[in-house]
């Protein structure tokens, strides 16, 4: 029997603009197939635990904590994530590589995308000095100062971790730009995926 998966991973660096064009694509999933697709944010799953422990009280102070900290509560949220995706069509909203202060960590190592198993993993992308202003642009969140060429280098590096989420699991490894001004473009690609 065909085996069939129901999980679409959504990645990119911080800023890039994940949370907006997952938003709008379960909208237009909605008007289109009037089917509900479940958005769950690692991210917020991880804040979580870390809050329980009393390790955080902000969730981007988290990618500062001691990494066996952060390895600990990433197992605890992909665990939580992995058995929540159980149900209908499901996107998660997550990172590949988190810049820590020792270095990148790895978002989907092979204990949680095992858990998972996504069909697709999408890393979204856009220009690096689009992504330098996006932060600047949005209070809503501590984001880390990055030299352009920094966030040129962090993006290529993303492509290199989704493939390798790609070859632990078998899934597909989609790029969608998300152009200035244009999240309806980049959501109706994600809409596809979610669909396929
Ligand atoms: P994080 O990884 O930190 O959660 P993210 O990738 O989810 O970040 P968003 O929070 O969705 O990023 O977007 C960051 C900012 O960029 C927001 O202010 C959002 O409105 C803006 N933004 C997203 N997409 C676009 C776009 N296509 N054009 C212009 N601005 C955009
Ligand atoms: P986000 O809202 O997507 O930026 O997620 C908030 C924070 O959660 C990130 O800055 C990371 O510290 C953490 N986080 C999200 N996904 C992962 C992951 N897969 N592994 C480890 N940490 C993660
Ligand atoms: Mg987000």
């Keep these: 029997m065909t085996e069939s998966r129901n999980v679409v991973i959504v990645t990119g660096i911080p800023g890039v603009g994940k949370t907006t064009v997952?938003?709008?694509?379960?909208?237009?999933?909605?008007e289109k197939y009037g089917e509900d697709v479940l958005i769950l944010n690692f991210g917020t799953e991880m804040f979580e635990v870390?809050?329980?422990?009393?390790?955080?009280?902000?969730?981007?102070?988290?990618?500062?904590?001691?990494?066996s900290i952060q390895r600990d509560n990433q197992r605890s949220a992909g665990i939580a994530i992995a058995e929540k995706a159980k149900t209908a069509k499901v996107i998660v909203d997550t990172h590949t590589l988190i810049q820590t202060?020792?270095?990148?960590?790895?978002?989907?190592?092979?204990?949680?995308?095992?858990?998972i198993k996504p069909k697709t993993v999408v890393l979204v992308e856009a220009e690096s000095e689009k992504i330098a202003s996006r932060r600047a642009g949005d209070d809503t969140?501590?984001?880390?100062?990055?030299?352009?060429?920094?966030i040129q280098v962090h993006q290529e590096m993303c492509r290199a971790a989704a493939v390798a989420v790609g070859t632990i699991t078998g899934a597909t490894v989609r790029i969608i730009k998300n152009r200035e001004g244009l999240v309806e473009e980049a959501a109706s690609e994600l809409a596809d995926t979610i669909m396929e």
Aim: charged share 30%.
């Design 22 to 30: 997952i938003n709008t694509a379960i909208e237009q999933v909605k």
């Design 141 to 150: 969140r501590a984001r880390d100062a990055q030299a352009v060429a920094d």
């Design 50 to 67: 870390a809050t329980k422990a009393g390790h955080v009280k902000d969730r981007d102070e988290m990618r500062k904590l001691p990494t």
């Design 101 to 115: 202060n020792n270095g990148y960590l790895i978002g989907l190592p092979e204990w949680v995308v095992t858990e």
